[in-house]
Nanobody
Framework: QVQPVESGGGSVQAGGSLRLSCQIFGYSVNMGCMAWFRQLPGNEREGVAAIDSDGTTFYVDSVKGRFTISKDSGENHLYLQMDNLQPEDTAMYYC?????????????????????WGRGTQVTVAT
């Protein structure tokens, strides 16, 4: 059974950094598209960053230059390094995976494109 498990969330001051990790049991980070999504209560879940099997990365405009998605094949982990965090980055962050490629295979910012989901880790950024 494939199960992503997120960790690394927490509370920081604006301008601070956090590194989220996602360990995926029963699945390889070298397969298909892997992504980070975030969601505020009452809002839709939105794609933040994605990485293809060949390492090609994709970002939503609001996090470009601040967030970095990466993966470690040896440890089978997906990461999201978040720098210069702002209050608007406060959300529950989710790890997602699908066997298809991010591009041109799927619309990586769309929730319905991914089969496997973690339960999320909370990120809170204070002013």
């Amino acid at each position: 059974q494939v199960q992503p498990v997120e960790s690394g969330g927490g509370s920081v001051q604006a301008g601070g950094s956090l590194r989220l990790s996602c360990q995926i049991f029963g699945y390889s980070v070298n397969m298909g598209c892997m992504a980070w999504f975030r969601q505020l209560p009452g809002n839709e879940r939105e794609g933040v960053a994605a990485i293809d099997s060949d390492g090609t990365t994709f970002y939503v405009d609001s996090v470009k230059g601040r967030f970095t998605i990466s993966k470690d094949s040896g440890e089978n982990h997906l990461y999201l390094q978040m720098d210069n965090l702002q209050p608007e980055d406060t959300a529950m962050y989710y790890c997602a995976a699908d066997h298809r490629e991010c591009f041109p295979g799927i619309l990586w910012r769309v929730v319905g494109s991914f089969v496997f989901w973690g339960r999320g880790t909370q990120v809170t950024v204070a002013t």
